[in-house]
């Protein structure tokens, strides 16, 4: 897994992320703060969520799309926070997400 640092690197503050969609927010050791860029609403993605999905793939697990989060938000930017390591993929007619 990547360190924290390199993650919370990637994700400064007025970075556009999924096309226009988000925009972040800030990054602190606790995690990463986001926003809708639509309706401004607020999103926090913990750093110990993300650091767990990380875990789970490392462990091999096949993750199911939206089982990281229900939130649509949350979920991408876990995903995309772990960027190269993490591969979207389909496993018994399931989508989801494995490590690279």
Do not use: H
């Not at 607020?42 to 110990?48: E, G, K, L």
């Not at 999905?53 to 926070?81: H, M, W």
């Amino acid at each position: 897994m990547q360190s924290w640092n390199q993650i919370c690197s990637r994700f400064q503050p007025g970075r556009e992320v999924n096309g226009g969609k988000y925009r972040i927010v800030s990054t602190d050791e606790k995690g990463i703060r986001l926003e809708r860029t639509k309706t401004g609403s607020p999103v926090r993605v913990s750093r110990a969520m993300i650091e767990k999905t990380a875990e789970r793939l490392d462990a091999g697990e096949f993750i199911v799309k939206r089982t990281v989060s229900y939130t649509v938000a949350i979920e991408f930017l876990v995903i995309l926070a772990l960027g190269s390591t993490v591969e979207a993929c389909e496993q018994d007619g399931q989508k989801g997400y494995r490590a690279a």
